[in-house]
């Protein structure tokens, strides 16, 4: 890749697609938002605008459209769509995909880089850890106002079949390249070395505190405000970093109570993804978290009851309708 601007496509310009593909427009690159409904309209019309508290207000004038056969091939996809909405993404994302494409997922769970490369080609796909706390506030305007707005990117360790990945990989030329260009646009971008610990320590983070905000309709700083839910908290932690080292990750000992006192030291008004979702009455992602921890559990017999109390309670909910 060289130092020129390059072309983006971001597959789910909500929240997270559209501040970090926000960010990458403001630094000259140029970048086409995938969006659909009044969302879309409202870009089309009068721009997007992001409001951010890591990187200030700012408006933009994108491409925006709801039909990817139109774009045609790019230097870097974002993948940020909604868990429930991956398998349609995918099977229209052929066109934006050229010889070198590269592909990350900003997406919650540990399935998108898998299901990315068994359909477009594993050697698009670069592994992903993207943490943010950023929303639609209405059509047309991104609010980011809390998380590191980071993005922690690695190369997959793919098998022969590009059908799974190991837990090791390193930092290649793209990598680096690319990383640098996110820098450039302010976002607090790294590399690293091994990108499914990354993705497994960012899973583990985003099952607590989606699952609990999302159950309870509270923000972390009431959850941590009583014994009893900071308890269960640290047991949805906890569960997840088993099922995880089952999996052959590498988690050290101390990660559910490291993940709880990192969290605990966050901003206290911070509901997850699903907890919005819900609170909205939009589809929520309980099968992708929570219940996918309660499926891996059953492969290697871990008990998980704290993660099937939530994806037990919260699967009602899980096609919205509120």
Not at 100 to 120: K, P
Not at 139 to 146: E, H, I, K, S, Y
Not at 149 to 159: F, H, K, N, Q, R
Not at 279 to 304: D, M, S
Request: aromatic share 4%; proline share 4%.
């Amino acid at each position: 890749m060289s130092s020129s601007k390059i072309t983006v496509a971001v597959v789910g310009a909500g929240g997270t697609g559209g501040y970090y593909g926000g960010a990458l427009a403001r630094a000259g690159n140029h970048v086409t938002m995938i969006a659909r409904g009044p969302h879309l309209a409202a870009i089309r019309a009068n721009g997007l605008q992001v409001n951010s508290v890591l990187l200030g207000d700012f408006h933009l004038d994108v491409d925006a459209t709801d039909n990817m056969s139109t774009v045609g091939p790019v230097d870097l996809v974002i993948f940020a769509v909604k868990s429930w909405a991956t398998g349609a993404a995918i099977r229209d994302m052929g066109p934006l995909v050229g010889d070198g494409t590269m592909i990350v997922s900003t997406q919650n769970g540990i399935d998108s880089e898998r299901l990315l490369g068994e359909a477009l080609g594993s050697e698009h796909v670069l592994g992903c850890a993207a943490t943010v706390s950023s929303m639609i506030e209405s059509p047309g305007v991104v609010t980011q106002g809390g998380g590191p707005g980071s993005l922690v990117i690695g190369e997959m360790a793919w098998d022969q079949n590009a059908a799974t990945h190991d837990t090791a990989g390193t930092p290649s030329q793209r990598v680096e390249e690319l990383v640098e260009r996110c820098k450039a646009a302010g976002l607090a971008a790294e590399t690293h070395d091994n990108i499914v610990l990354a993705i497994w320590q960012k899973f583990i983070f985003i099952c607590a505190l989606s699952g609990m905000t999302a159950l309870t309709r509270k923000p972390i700083g009431e959850i941590f405000a009583q014994e009893s839910t900071t308890a269960m908290y640290l047991q949805v932690l906890s569960e997840v970093a088993d099922v995880g080292r089952a999996e052959g990750v590498p988690l050290p000992e101390s990660t559910a109570a490291d993940t709880l006192r990192t969290t605990q030291a966050r901003e206290p008004f911070i509901i997850g993804s699903m907890g919005h979702d819900l609170i909205a009455g939009n589809p929520i992602e309980i099968g992708l978290l929570n219940g996918r921890v309660v499926e891996l559990g059953e492969k290697h017999g871990i008990p998980t009851p704290a993660n099937f109390a939530i994806a037990a309670a919260l699967k009602p909910h899980e096609l919205g309708g509120g």
